[in-house]
Each structure stands twice: as C-alpha cells, then as structure tokens.
C-alpha cells in the first residue's frame, strides 16, 4: 500500500470515528467540538479519551491521555 493510499485511509478512519463521537456527544449533551477535534487528531487514542471521560468533560485533555496510554 503507498503512502497515499495510507494516509487517505487513515484520515477517513479518523473521520468516521469523529463522526460517532460527534454523534454520541450531543445524544448525552456533552461539548462536541472538543471531542470531534481530539478525535480528528488521535484518533482511537481520542475515543478511548472520550469514553474513559465518562461525561465529564471537565477532566483535562492531557489527564485523560496519561489513563489511555496506561491501560
């Protein structure tokens, strides 16, 4: 597979898992954009954030990254 092909994959991918998250966070009325931009940029590491985030959304970003990059 080429660079291109990859990096076409991976950018959908994240896109798609961004839309889920968009999708769940206004379903439970929590801040969408945070969400969708983490998940843009991280991508499965951004869902497990969101998830482990269990509505809080006061938790900061970098807290949430350290239990995800633990488990």
């Known amino acids: 597979m ?7 994959l991976t950018l959908a991918v994240h896109a798609v898992l961004a839309a889920v998250v968009a999708v769940d966070a ?3 009325g929590r801040c969408v954009g945070k ?3 983490v998940t843009l940029l991280t991508g499965l590491v951004g869902v497990a954030a969101y998830v482990l ?3 809080d959304d006061d938790v ?3 807290e949430l990254v350290d239990q995800v990059e633990l488990e």
Do not use: F, M, N
Not at 2 to 8: V, Y
């Open 35 to 37: 969400w969708v931009a």
């Open 60 to 62: 900061p970003l970098d």
């Open 53 to 55: 985030s269990g509505g």
């Open 2 to 8: 080429s660079k291109a092909k990859l990096l076409k």
């Open 26 to 28: 206004r379903r439970h």
